[in-house]
């Protein structure tokens, strides 16, 4: 496999100004303007979907399921449940081309619980266990913020599991310099009395995660990674850095968005998916 690939994809709003210079008795020449059509969507709605349970790993977990075709798992990020967690447009289009499953977390959301000690691995291992439930031996993978972290600690655990994979807003650990701010939010969480169960089970888990670098040069399939030039919980060097370690990955930068961009710019960061999801990278006969 070729070395790492990286494929920047800068989004940039443009405003195209139109002026008049002076006015003279002749009619002005006719201007043609290019009208750029936005395809259109379908539109889904998160709270007029019904929620399901399946059993794994001892527990229910809830689960939503959108569109037809093959499986694409989105995996939720710290805090997040799949009532907040997506954006509906961004769902919106990828269950256009596939059949999209969001769920909660172990103690998040609808999704039961019980005495485990919180892990980023056994968050993975739920992940994995809702595959089976569903019927599937193996599912797209669509990470964010932690989501982004169990995806990365299930096609570690599993690669079997994960055909492509997304990693979104993504880090390799949370003790890294640059997201000293992301490590103290998840620091205070733990023991904050306000914060629900869940969500201290969650910080606990990413507390006592060892990270992935030593595991990133291992991955062999297909990635790609999705960042915000404005990030500044899982910030754009440390992305960068991580597609330098899986050979053959995608790296795409959003310029000026922030972390989980997909809720800021939905459409672009959903077309980016397709774009990604459905590309054939065989190798030539």
């Not at 075709?69 to 081309?97: C, H, K, R």
């Amino acid at each position: 496999m070729s070395k790492t690939l990286m494929v920047i994809l800068a989004i940039a709003v443009t405003l195209c100004l139109l002026a008049t210079a002076g006015c003279t008795n002749a009619s002005p020449p006719a201007t043609r303007l290019a009208v750029q059509t936005t395809p259109h969507y379908p539109t889904v709605s998160i709270n007029a979907t019904p929620v399901q349970y399946a059993e794994v790993n001892g527990i229910s977990l809830a689960y939503r399921e959108f569109g037809s075709g093959e499986p694409l798992l989105l995996v939720p990020g710290f805090g997040a449940t799949m009532d907040t967690a997506w954006n509906e447009t961004f769902l919106g289009i990828l269950a256009t081309q596939y059949h999209v499953y969001t769920y909660d977390h172990r103690g998040m959301g609808y999704s039961g619980d019980n005495d485990a000690t919180p892990a980023i691995s056994q968050y993975a291992e739920d992940a994995a266990g809702l595959m089976t439930a569903l019927g599937y031996d193996s599912m797209h993978v669509y990470g964010a913020s932690m989501g982004s972290t169990v995806s990365q600690q299930l096609v570690i655990d599993h690669p079997e599991r994960v055909r492509k994979l997304v990693l979104d807003s993504v880090t390799y650990s949370i003790r890294v310099p640059e997201t000293q701010l992301l490590f103290s939010i998840i620091n205070e969480s733990a023991t904050d009395p306000t914060q629900t169960a869940g969500v201290r089970e969650e910080a606990r888990a990413n507390l006592a995660w060892n990270g992935s670098w030593d595991n990133l040069s291992g991955i062999q399939k297909d990635v790609m990674l999705v960042v915000g030039t404005e990030d500044v919980l899982t910030p754009d060097p440390v992305t960068v850095r991580m597609a330098g370690q899986i050979n053959g990955s995608w790296l795409v930068r959003f310029r000026g968005l922030p972390h989980v961009g997909s809720h800021y710019a939905p459409v672009e960061y959903g077309e980016n998916a397709l774009n990604f999801l459905g590309m054939d990278e065989s190798p030539l006969e």
